[in-house]
């Protein structure tokens, strides 16, 4: 059985763009993980909070974040939504800090290279502000309903600053798995 998330390559154009494993698309109820033993996509939960998904969530392939002990967390704002498994080649523009129950769970935030509706999109400050609040909102809420968890957003970084996250992932993969 092939396993997409140690096969395809981080990126072609690293650090500019990463490749993202689509898992949860926008508009979804559900959380869908990736199972990194068997290269499967797989149901995790239902969501406890009625918010679905405001972006395209998922993983970035080859990379691991030693805080909370999963591959990188990565956003995607596409003009359409896709489905599990999908990847999308994604301009990488900043990084949404955050604190879920205690655990660093930092998210890569980018949009697809290819959706001309975001050609112009280079940096997070070339977005209306509204969108990044929106985001904040669903990451701050989509477990408050759920027992002793929550998490708490800490602001947005720069390009640079998640261009150098990624790097420390991609090492932290090569030191875990190579």
């Known amino acids: 059985m092939s396993n997409i998330f140690h096969e395809l390559p ?12 689509v898992e949860n698309p926008r508009g979804y109820h559900g959380k869908i993980e990736f199972n990194k033993k068997y290269g499967v996509l797989m149901l995790d939960r239902a969501t406890y ?7 395209e969530y998922g993983l970035i392939p080859q990379t691991w974040n030693k805080y909370d002990n999963d591959p990188m967390d990565i956003m995607c704002l596409s003009s359409q939504p896709t489905f599990p498994g999908v990847v999308i080649n994604v301009k990488i523009l900043g990084m949404m800090k955050m604190d879920d129950t205690g655990e660093l769970d930092h998210k890569i935030f980018g949009v697809p290279v290819d959706d001309p ?19 904040e909102f669903f990451f701050e ?16 970084e720069s390009k640079k600053v998640a261009q150098d996250f990624i790097k420390d992932t991609i090492e932290e993969y090569k030191r875990k798995f190579k």
């Open 10 to 21: 981080t990126s072609d154009n690293f650090p500019e763009t990463v490749y993202m494993i």
């Open 49 to 55: 909070a009625p918010l679905p998904y405001p972006i």
């Open 117 to 135: 509706h975001y050609n112009n999109v280079n940096e997070l400050s070339d977005l209306h502000g509204h969108k990044l609040k929106e985001i």
């Open 141 to 156: 809420n989509y477990k408050n309903l759920m027992k002793d968890k929550y998490t708490k957003v800490e602001g947005w």
